[in-house]
């Protein structure tokens, strides 16, 4: 309806507390409340959902079609679709992205690209949010 897609579910949760070391692979959705030491890759076909919330922590790479961060991620991120940076979100790597919001007070130490599409069609976008919103 009005044009967005229907997200997945999320299927996994890693719990406040909760400390994975080693390469993460998920499928629909993925929360993280915990820690995880390795990379956070969604894997298969279709459309996938990572959330990082506000005490969460990932050390590797993250790659998913929809990234909501809102904790620390120190690693690239790589966001086929929507990269939503909430107010909390430290990202100390280098981001691509499809399409980005960025709240204000979220950061990035690292370089942004947008993920190239048949030549830098005007489907990449870039989305300001603003405190009043």
Do not use: C, W
């Amino acid at each position: 309806m009005f044009g967005k897609k229907k997200q997945p579910p999320i299927r996994t949760l890693i719990g406040e507390g909760t400390r994975i070391e080693g390469r993460l692979a998920f499928s629909d959705g993925l929360r993280i409340d915990g820690e995880v030491a390795g990379d956070v890759i969604a894997s298969g076909e279709g459309s996938s959902m990572l959330v990082i919330s506000e005490k969460a922590r990932v050390t590797g790479k993250v790659k998913a079609g929809h990234v909501i961060i809102n904790g620390t991620v120190e690693g690239p991120v790589e966001s086929d679709d929507l990269l939503e940076l909430q107010p909390k979100a430290r990202i100390f790597g280098d981001v691509r992205y499809h399409s980005l919001e960025m709240h204000q007070g979220a950061t990035i130490e690292g370089e942004v690209h947008p993920l190239k599409t048949d030549a830098l069609s005007s489907s990449n976008s870039l989305k300001l949010a603003t405190s009043n919103a």
